[in-house]
């Protein structure tokens, strides 16, 4: 497993981060697994040298993560946490309740990473100045280590919200959108992020749109359409049939992580799985070399003018 610093945190982070939301939530969504079954699931990830769990208030999966944790050595492991908005702005009273629930269902003295989960552009302001000092004042009774910050992409596109975060330096980590299809974030966001060295978790490196050969047809179909593929430079029957068998990717989600493994700026990438053999495929693509660079420049140079689409 490659462990990465992230950015000011000083925390040395896996690169691959198991996610506890998306479409699973571990096995839990759906109820595909027990309790104890996606407990195995994190300590599986864990034992393979995965050291940084994402979870949140709304995924309900803290109990899971912490049943885990509480399992292993607590200070070797990061773990980032989210405290939901919704359209209605909170209170700081509010927030602190959250922060107190939220320790209490992960077992845990303190948060590594505690993040404003899917802030809005035209809620910016307001957290800003009410918010971000109750944070800080949590950072410094030892709390939370670090001040994070997600946006809501499928709702913001073009990454304003992070556009607007990175022009203030509170946040210690953030959380953007990217993957192959839509790399928009990597001029308007991880550009501004590196030169002020601020942790970087990618999320959506993986949805439906990259799951499978038949839904990213489909998905590319439609950017041909939409203009925002050229024809001429993908097989549409075959996206990534150009990228050759050896020495390269082995499936589509290998390519989705190996692709953003190797995206300057990048820390760690989140993955989110509820099955035992769908997370030792996913281990294993994060120990894989990196993709060949020319993969790597064509993959960029196809999907440059993707905007529209998150992958969701």
């Not at 552009?121 to 994070?148: A, F, M, N, T, W």
């Amino acid at each position: 497993m490659e462990y990465r610093t992230l950015g000011r945190t000083g925390l040395r982070a896996s690169v691959m981060g198991i996610g506890a939301g998306g479409p699973s939530r571990l096995g839990q969504r759906d109820n595909i697994r027990s309790e104890s079954e996606s407990i195995d699931l994190v300590l599986q990830a864990l034992d393979a040298g995965v050291n940084f769990i994402d979870t949140a208030e709304g995924y309900r999966t803290e109990e899971i993560v912490g049943a885990a944790v509480a399992r292993r050595d607590r200070d070797r492991i990061i773990i980032s946490t989210k405290k939901s908005l919704g359209r209605e702005n909170i209170s700081r009273e509010v927030l602190r309740a959250g922060l107190r629930e939220s320790l209490s269902r992960l077992g845990a003295d303190y948060i590594d990473i505690y993040h404003l989960h899917g802030l809005r552009l035209e809620q910016y302001d307001y957290y800003s100045q009410e918010i971000v000092p109750e944070l800080q004042d949590l950072k410094q009774q030892g709390l939370i280590r670090c001040i994070g910050v997600t946006e809501h992409w499928n709702g913001d596109l073009e990454h304003k919200m992070l556009q607007r975060a990175l022009k203030d330096d509170v946040w210690d980590v953030i959380m953007v959108g990217f993957n192959l299809l839509n790399q928009s974030a990597r001029e308007t966001v991880l550009r501004t992020a590196r030169e002020k060295d601020i942790g970087v978790l990618i999320m959506f490196a993986l949805r439906r749109a990259l799951s499978g050969p038949d839904k990213l047809r489909a998905t590319v179909r439609t950017l041909i359409e939409r203009g925002e593929v050229n024809p001429d430079e993908i097989d549409s029957e075959d996206p990534l049939g150009f990228l050759p068998a050896e020495g390269s990717a082995v499936s589509i989600p290998d390519t989705a992580y190996r692709f953003c493994q190797a995206e300057a700026g990048a820390h760690v990438i989140l993955s989110g799985t509820g099955n035992p053999g769908h997370l030792a495929a996913n281990l294993a693509s994060f120990a894989r070399p990196p993709l060949p660079r020319e993969d790597i420049q064509r993959l960029k140079h196809i999907f440059r003018d993707v905007t529209s689409v998150t992958g969701q």
